[in-house]
């Protein structure tokens, strides 16, 4: 198993990508702690991965707060002795253009998709680098980053300004043994936001087929394994060649 006797914080892990990463560390030996907004969704992800035979932990708090990451991040080690490994994936999404979108909108989803990626990265950075022992943090990009939408704005803004903050923490962190990577999926069966099902969702790939979390998880695990060693401040496109 690659991920035996680590305990990985996955943010949002109680839906989407998270919840593949979730149950997919977890049959890779992985402790999982989750942190999200809903009890409900973090509760039954918790639950599920323990009938797998995993441990597995979960604390409800707003990422936007410093003092809900802070404690996250406190109960993890509680519970388990230490934080080897942080998946960034929660995210909100705006869904039109600069002429109709509110401003408190604006603010919201950098808030949530920006600055709430930066206090988990940095909270489990200062762990990290107290326990001495290195760790490997995956942020949540988007191919929202690099090409421009009809109905997106603050999002796209947001998922950008995670690119140049991964590279920025992979300089500042790497001496301390910590490598920091990012991924920007392209048309994820499981949707920010969950507006539109999966099955109704328009994609455009070379693989002709929709990616699904299962298939973001299995990237995210090669990130944070020692299989990505010299993998250091990438955003990795998973987007089954959309972008090409």
């Given at each position: ?132 022992t290195g760790g490997a943090i ?107």
């Amino acid at each position: 198993m690659k991920l035996d006797g680590k305990v990985a914080v996955v943010v949002g892990g109680g839906r989407n990508v998270g919840e593949g990463i979730s149950h997919l560390f977890t049959k890779e030996g992985a402790k999982i702690s989750i942190f999200d907004a809903d009890e409900g969704r973090a509760s039954s992800v918790t639950n599920a991965l323990k009938k797998e035979g995993g441990q597995a932990m979960y604390t409800i708090g707003d990422v936007t707060k410093p003092a809900d990451v802070s404690a996250m991040i406190d109960a993890t080690v509680k519970a388990f002795g230490h934080v080897d490994i942080l998946c960034n994936c929660a995210a909100i999404s705006d869904r039109q253009n600069l002429f109709d979108l509110a401003d408190e909108e604006w603010e919201k989803v950098l808030s949530v998709t920006l600055s709430g990626s930066y206090y988990c990265l940095r909270y489990a950075a200062i762990q990290m680098r107290k326990q001495g022992t290195g760790g490997a943090i995956v942020n949540f990009s988007s191919g929202s980053a690099f090409r421009g939408s009809a109905l997106r704005i603050s999002y796209d803004a947001a998922k950008g300004g995670i690119v140049a903050m991964t590279r920025s923490a992979a300089v500042q962190l790497t001496p301390y043994n910590i490598r920091v990577n990012a991924i920007a999926p392209g048309m994820v069966g499981s949707q920010v936001g969950g507006m539109i099902p999966p099955n109704e969702r328009q994609f455009h790939n070379l693989l002709g087929k929709m990616t699904m979390p299962s298939d973001m998880a299995k990237v995210v695990l090669f990130l944070v394994s020692d299989d990505s060693g010299h993998i250091i401040g990438q955003t990795i496109n998973v987007d089954a060649g959309g972008s090409a």
